[in-house]
Structures are given as structure tokens and as C-alpha cells.
């Protein structure tokens, strides 16, 4: 369990007090501790000790605990808790959180759960199940406080009085008749202005907004860019639909970073929660790019094949190989990390590819003469003699250059192409680099020692 800045009770503790049947006790302890700390506590406890406290928890609390438990315990949840208080605490979320529970699930046991819904909010989580995922309609929450241009504040906070469900207030959105957004006024400015100040005279008239089929990256972007607390989404029309909230763009931020990180891992993302998804699901996804790496590794033996009657004659060089593809690897992997994380700040891109490439090579001639002059070192130290020492301590500048080189440009193109970097950078290269690396050395070794 992550470390909490509250004193939070053991999970000896709690099962303790389960097992004692101390459930008075144990509900007065959990009224104490935050939703998302229960939720966390239930991700630790084993299954029939979290359901037995999430029983206990009142429907406001329980909704709040559904929505941050882990895939795992969702699961179960799911499949032990009645459908009834299921359906209870689904109509107490905001209908995108609802609505992102709900796309996880089977689509039999989704329906089945919408169909006990309350009327209303299953028909709003029925729109935005509509659009497609990962968009901003699907992330959308429609509680939003609309206003008319000609109200003055003191009607405007007589209509905010009587909300009770907006879901952010930070942002006071403004419609026209046909409901077409044409203003927003932040929170502050009307706390601040005189009762009989109109909306119209203290609102921003250029509203940034994005369609509902607008990708969430996009969306993170816009909200990192211009430090939204929240962004309206519109229809074809300029109609306000509802907003995306800063905590939904956490979210999304999280999931790019997870799929970023399963793609340089040399596998597809998982569509689903880790343990929702099945084990055929993570076949499928790991086994395109296992063959394709396998089939990009068979390179490096058909180097090796190709240089072997210099192997034959000085077997010492096969020594050497696991140091130079290492280095190659680790020098391209360091490199790809740079750079995709500088293209997803829109930092590098192929008109600027030239420089990036010259303050790589800057960096990778300096690291590459350190690590020749530590492998001349080491060879000496094995007992190799000179000229396999040099053979190696000028193998590595070349391999470092060379993998700086792929680690720079591939993931450059392949942005400029529109395919994700991710997919095609961290395992691809190195296996790219393991192959190139060796012909450059044995390349070296053939020229240098006349065999």
C-alpha cells in the first residue's frame, strides 16, 4: 500500500475487527477515513474481508470506494455485491464515471445494471456510452451551470443556489437561446461583481472548447496548455454538451503514460483493467511484436554467421559481443526516452530533426570516447592484448553514435508519419542496434587484426 499522509488503520487491524464481529466499531472507524483510503484498503484485504467492509458503507461513501478500488476488487465486487445496490451506487457518480465503470464490463452485465438504473441517469449513461472511446463526449460530464448573457449576478447566484448537481463550478459557462456557448466567466469574477452587473458584462467571449469526438490526448493537451480547471465540449453546432473535468484529464494522463510504457515494452496496451483482461486478450497483444522482434533478432545471428570464419580465427572477439550490444541497447534506449518524450511535448519535430540529431550526436561522441576508454581498459585487463583492446575501445564510439542515430530518427519519422513512436521504438531498436552494432565490430576486427 502507498504511504498515506493519514494515520490509517493496519490491515491487521481491520481484519481483526471482522473477525471479532466488532462491525459497529469497524463502520464508526471507516465514517473517519477518506473514500479513495478505503478503496486502497480494500485493494490490500483479501476478497471476503473487502466485501465484508464494503458493505458496511453507506451509498454515497460506497459509489466514492466503487469508482477508486482496483480492476481486482471491482471485479469481485461486480460478481458478489446484489445488482440492486450495484445499480444504487452507479446512480450515485457523475454519469461519466458511471459510464467509464460500465465500458469495463461485459456488455450483458452492463445493460442488465443500466436497465436498474434510475430513468434519467441511465439514459444520460446511454449517450455517452454512445460515443466512441476515449473521446471527449464519452468523457464528458453534462452537470454543467449554464447561464443567460442578460442575468445579473444576483439572479445568476439565486440559480446557483438552486443547483445540486454541477459537478464544477470553477467555470460559469454562458448559452444562448439555442443553447450555442458563446461566453464563459470564471467563479471569482462573479463573486466579485455588483448584484446588478450582467453576465454579458463579465464574461470572456472567446471560449475554448472541443467537439465530442475529440481525442482525450487532445484534450490533456488543451488542459495542460492553458491550466484548465475544466473544458466545455460542443456539438457540430457550438451547442454546450458538457464539460471534461481536470480530474478525468488526470486519468487521462495516466492511461497514455501506462499504454506509453506497455508499447516500449514491445506490446500492444491492454484495452481493459489488468486483471479484467483475459488471458487470451494478453496473448494477442504480446505475440505480433514478440514474432516481429524475433524475426529482427535472427539479423544478429545472421551477422554472426556471416564474420564467422574471423569468429573461427580469433574466438577472444566473441568475448566482447554481450559488452557491445549492451552498450548499443542501453545508449539507443537512453536516447528513444529522450526523444518521444520530447515530441509529446511537441518539442522535436521532423523540421527541426537536423538539430535534434547534432546535440544527440554531441552528447553520444563524448559518452561513446568514455566508454571506449573504459572497454580499451577492460579488454587490457582480460588479458587480450593491444590490438583486440583497440579493436573494442573504437567498436563502441562507432555503436553509440550509430544507436543515438536510429534512436533519434525513427521515432521522428514515425510521428511525422502519424504512427505512434511507442510502437516501433524501445525493444525494435535495440534489436536494430544488436544486429548494426556487431557488423560494425566485426567489420572493425576483419579491417584492423588482417584476418
Not at 451551470?145 to 438552486?162: G, Q, S, V
Request: glycine share 6%; aromatic share 6%; hydrophobic share 50%.
Amino acid at each position: 500500500m502507498e504511504e498515506s499522509f493519514v494515520n490509517l488503520p493496519t490491515i491487521e487491524e481491520l481484519e481483526a475487527l471482522i473477525q471479532k464481529r466488532k462491525f459497529d466499531e469497524l463502520h464508526q472507524l471507516l465514517a473517519t477515513i477518506h473514500p479513495a483510503d478505503i478503496a486502497d484498503l480494500l485493494d490490500e484485504l483479501p476478497s471476503e474481508s473487502a466485501l465484508a467492509i464494503f458493505e458496511l458503507l453507506a451509498i454515497p461513501t460506497a459509489s466514492e470506494v466503487l469508482d477508486e478500488t482496483g480492476s481486482l476488487v471491482r471485479q469481485e465486487l461486480v460478481e458478489k455485491v446484489d445488482d440492486e445496490r450495484l445499480a444504487d451506487l452507479l446512480d450515485e457518480l457523475p454519469m461519466d464515471d458511471a459510464a467509464e465503470f460500465l465500458e469495463d464490463l461485459p456488455d450483458e452485465v452492463a445493460d442488465r445494471l443500466i436497465g436498474l438504473m434510475e430513468p434519467e441517469e441511465a439514459e444520460e449513461v446511454r449517450e455517452l456510452l454512445a460515443y466512441e472511446e476515449e473521446t471527449a463526449g464519452r468523457l464528458m460530464t453534462r452537470d454543467v451551470a449554464a447561464l443567460r448573457r442578460h442575468w445579473t449576478a444576483a439572479e445568476t447566484f439565486d440559480h446557483l443556489r438552486a443547483l445540486d448537481d454541477a459537478e464544477t463550478l470553477n467555470y460559469l459557462y454562458v448559452v444562448d437561446r439555442e443553447d450555442k456557448l458563446i461566453g464563459v466567466t470564471p467563479l471569482r469574477n462573479l463573486i466579485l461583481a455588483q448584484p446588478d452587473q450582467t453576465i454579458e458584462s463579465i464574461m470572456a467571449r472567446d471560449v475554448v472548447s472541443v467537439p465530442a469526438a475529440a481525442d482525450q490526448e487532445e484534450i490533456a493537451e488543451i488542459v495542460a496548455r492553458y491550466d484548465f480547471f475544466a473544458i466545455p465540449v460542443v456539438d457540430d453546432d457550438g451547442r454546450l454538451l458538457g464539460v471534461v473535468t481536470v480530474d478525468d484529464v488526470l486519468d487521462i494522463f495516466q492511461e497514455e503514460v501506462t499504454e506509453d510504457i506497455q508499447r516500449l515494452g514491445g506490446s500492444e496496451p491492454l484495452d481493459q483493467p489488468y486483471f479484467a483482461a483475459s488471458l487470451g486478450q494478453v496473448v494477442r497483444k504480446r505475440i505480433g511484436w514478440l514474432l516481429l522482434l524475433f524475426l529482427a533478432a535472427t539479423l544478429s545471428g545472421a551477422v554472426i554467421r556471416h564474420f564467422q570464419p574471423l569468429i573461427d580465427a580469433a574466438i577472444i572477439l566473441t568475448i566482447f559481443t554481450p559488452l557491445i550490444n549492451g552498450t548499443g541497447g542501453n545508449a539507443g534506449s537512453q536516447t528513444v526516452a529522450t526523444i518521444i518524450r520530447a515530441i509529446t511535448l511537441n518539442e522535436v519535430r521532423l523540421g527541426n530533426l537536423w538539430r535534434a540529431w547534432r546535440r544527440e550526436m554531441a552528447a553520444s561522441l563524448i559518452l561513446g570516447v568514455v566508454m571506449g576508454v573504459v572497454g580499451f581498459a577492460r579488454a587490457l585487463l582480460w588479458n587480450t592484448g593491444y590490438d583486440i583492446a583497440l579493436v573494442v575501445a573504437l567498436t563502441l564510439p562507432f555503436v553509440v553514435v550509430w544507436s543515438t542515430t536510429i534512436a533519434t530518427i525513427v521515432p521522428t519519422v514515425a510521428d511525422h508519419l502519424g504512427i505512434d513512436p511507442t510502437v516501433i521504438s524501445g525493444p525494435m531498436i535495440s534489436t536494430l542496434v544488436d544486429a548494426s552494432g556487431l557488423f560494425i565490430y566485426f567489420s572493425l576486427a576483419q579491417a584492423m587484426l588482417n584476418l
